[in-house]
């Protein structure tokens, strides 16, 4: 670790990783509800199930990013960071924040929330993903502006790389665009037209810029390679991903409402969206060929590619999939829409998240890299928690597959709830293969305890083609 306030990740590292086991554990329970409807009712209602599994999502990435930043943006500056006590404040600000909202969520009918926090007064709740109470949204707003302050000034008062001007961008972006939260229009067309602006915009627009920023910041670090060649790759990934991904949002708008326009837009740009992710998939893989040093942190490497890959086949591929508005007509809602979005989620954004705690978390705690022995434990569970995923997703995609069949697409449609029953033999299969994911991240959260002795910082070689 090069600047002692770099320091200041750590606490938001570990707040993460054990929101991320929340968010596991809340799935693992809207998985049983799916096939024992009644599993804890009335105490955790499905609805409740899913806003806490959902948001806790968001809120654990939030916290990586913000955690990514403050280790990433002081060593590219080179200079320490602008204010480690205000980043240390809104860590704790944030996390009583995050966690009063869960608590609100389990113990206070969402409606009785809503009306004790103001929602009449400024009406943003009841919107998927964006359930939080108006203070809580309030407070995301302030925290995110007071920790770009922080992170801007650092960069101002220090050099100025393309990977913190691509972070700080993206960051920005995430800060700006989640102000449309606040807009809900009673006409329903508006409102998803724009509910959009946060919800797509946000993870295919400007959090594709904080990946790529991520992942250029480590291959740099393991590889060795020059940062020149690096940062022409991170212009055009961020290049083909903003013009893809912005318009692309028209693949929301095929149904409801809007002009008809938008199937092709949403269509053709929706197409060009996996182009990126293969540009990074190439990039990560190419780096790591062209290394000039044995990085001891194997874990890290792993990490580092397997996000390029996965992130290619969730976002990329699944999303292709059914982008197109010709087959988005009968697929829309299903599950094959979860199918995307569990893989999507997990390839783009934990496992970049994942990738810089493993890098700079022994850092931090005085190592090049954990000993040999933890990163074999820490690569095991990056292989139960992707191949986990990979079932996830194929036993999702054959359930909405099935559904859109029969619900949609059969000479004697079924209705919903008959459809559903046709299908559980895949939502059992869903289920053990979260259950293995749990098993793969509980080993993750071993390797970190475990003690070995650990190699020099790198060994260098000579450079390869």
Do not use: C
């Not at 409606?111 to 203070?135: V, W």
């Not at 407070?139 to 220090?158: D, Q, S, W």
């Not at 691509?166 to 809900?184: E, K, S, T």
């Not at 992710?277 to 990039?283: E, K, L, N, R």
């Amino acid at each position: 670790m090069k600047y002692k306030t770099q320091a200041v990740a750590m606490p938001y590292f570990i707040a993460a990783i054990a929101l991320f086991v929340g968010q596991i554990i809340f799935g693992m329970i809207m998985g049983l509800q799916y096939v024992v409807g009644d599993f804890l009712f009335p105490e955790i209602p499905f609805n409740v199930a899913r806003m806490v599994h959902t948001n806790l999502l968001i809120v654990w990435l939030l916290f990586g990013f913000m955690g990514a930043a403050y280790y990433l943006v002081p060593e590219e500056a080179e200079t320490e960071l602008y204010s480690p006590k205000l980043a240390l404040a809104l860590f704790w600000i944030f996390l009583a924040a995050g966690a009063l909202t869960i608590l609100g969520y389990l113990f206070v009918p969402y409606a009785t929330l809503a009306a004790a926090t103001g929602n009449d007064i400024l009406a943003t709740m009841g919107r998927e993903f964006l359930e939080q109470p108006l203070p809580t949204k309030i407070g995301i707003v302030v925290v995110a502006l007071a920790f770009l302050f922080n992170i801007t000034m650092t960069m101002l008062k220090g050099r100025k790389t393309v990977i913190s001007i691509v972070l700080l961008l993206g960051l920005w972006g995430l800060a700006i665009f989640f102000l449309f939260a606040f807009y809900n229009p009673s006409n329903l067309v508006k409102d998803k037209f724009y509910w959009w602006w946060v919800v797509h915009l946000w993870v295919e627009g400007v959090w594709e810029l904080i990946m790529a920023a991520l992942l250029a910041f480590v291959l740099i670090k393991v590889t060795g390679v020059d940062r020149e060649v690096i940062e022409k790759w991170l212009y055009v990934i961020i290049t083909l991903a903003l013009v893809t991904g912005i318009i692309g949002t028209g693949h929301h708008y095929f149904w409801i409402g809007t002009p008809a326009y938008w199937q092709w837009l949403g269509s053709i740009f929706s197409a060009l969206e996996p182009i990126p992710f293969f540009a990074m998939t190439v990039f990560a893989f190419n780096m790591v060929n062209r290394r000039r040093r044995e990085h001891p942190n194997k874990a890290a490497v792993l990490w580092a590619l397997g996000t390029g890959v996965m992130a290619f086949l969730g976002a990329g591929v699944w999303g292709f999939l059914h982008t197109l508005a010709p087959v988005n007509y009968f697929t829309h809602g299903s599950q094959i829409t979860a199918a995307h979005g569990h893989m999507a989620f997990y390839g783009a954004y934990v496992m970049v998240v994942i990738t810089i705690i493993s890098y700079a978390m022994p850092i931090m705690r005085g190592r090049a890299a954990n000993s040999e022995r933890a990163q074999v434990v820490e690569m095991w569970s990056f292989w139960i928690m992707t191949i986990s995923m990979v079932f996830i997703t194929l036993f999702l995609t054959a359930a909405g597959i099935l559904q859109v069949w029969l619900q949609r697409v059969a000479d004697t449609p079924m209705p919903f709830m008959m459809a559903q029953d046709q299908v559980q033999l895949f939502y059992w299969m869903r289920q053990w293969a979260g259950v293995t994911f749990f098993i793969g991240l509980v080993t993750y959260l071993v390797s970190f305890f475990i003690k070995g002795e650990t190699k020099p910082a790198m060994e260098y070689k000579p450079a390869t083609a």
